[in-house]
């Protein structure tokens, strides 16, 4: 059964320091992943995706993410944290025989502290 | 958020009230989708239109009727519904049904009483 894994409700960061939400999935086939943070009262804002190619994906708002396969993980990371990241983040992933599904994480409640 | 827009952002309803939600998308997208978000929840994917025909109907109670008249609108119609219905309900649409990024709407925040 496909499912994702965000293991941490929420994580705490000083400003500046790198931060790290964790996603780990399972699909029969191969992953295609998104990283999307959701702001109060605010619909979901797509930040990064791996369909295939390099491992590193970099997107929005200097985030970016590592496609480990081995470890079927798919962790998110920024090198210095801003307190504007502070939001609930969600890791999706679909089978690529799927034809639209997207199955979601719980998300994980990010906050920088000053 | 001007891509995608949803109406009411708030709406409280009774058990027994018929309402809808209005989702419209500005991005030439070609599908939409409807979800339910509650809280320290998954999303879940309610229903899929593609090219305005329904692609997807996950297992969701009659008493939510999605209506897409173009790929530009989406409607969800609410009939008898439950305490238990109330949550987040978020549009998205994507250019098509392939692995692309969805833009959401801000959502409707839905209270049955």
């Known amino acids: 059964a496909q499912s994702v894994a965000q293991p941490e409700d929420q994580v705490n960061v000083a400003e500046g320091n790198p931060l790290t939400v964790k996603c780990t999935y399972s699909v029969s086939g191969n992953p295609y992943l998104f990283w999307y943070v959701q702001y109060p009262n605010r619909g979901l804002q797509f930040l990064l995706k791996?369909?295939?190619?390099d491992n590193l994906v970099k997107g929005s708002y200097g985030f970016e993410a590592e496609f480990n396969k081995s470890q079927t993980s798919f962790h998110l990371k920024k090198p210095s944290a801003l307190v504007s990241d502070s939001a609930l983040y969600f890791c999706a992933v679909r089978d690529g025989r799927s034809n639209y599904q997207l199955i979601w994480g719980a998300g994980t409640k990010l906050i920088i502290k000053p | 958020e001007t891509g995608v827009t949803q109406t009411p952002r708030h709406l409280v309803m009774g058990m027994t009230n018929k309402k809808s939600l209005k989702c419209e998308q500005h991005?030439?997208?070609?599908?939409m989708y409807w979800y339910k978000q509650s809280a320290k929840k998954p999303l879940e994917l309610m229903f899929v239109?593609?090219?305005?025909?329904?692609?997807e109907n996950n297992s969701v109670p009659s008493r939510f009727s999605p209506e897409c008249p173009n790929s530009s609108h989406l409607f969800l119609h609410l009939h008898t519904l439950q305490p238990e219905d109330s949550a987040l309900y978020l549009c998205?649409?994507?250019?098509?049904?392939?692995?692309?990024?969805?833009?959401f709407g801000p959502g409707t925040r839905l209270t049955v009483l």
């Open positions: 991005l030439g997208h070609n599908a």
């Open positions: 239109y593609s090219l305005e025909e329904r692609v």
């Open positions: 791996y369909i295939t190619g």
């Open positions: 998205a649409s994507s250019q098509d049904t392939g692995p692309r990024e969805q833009f």
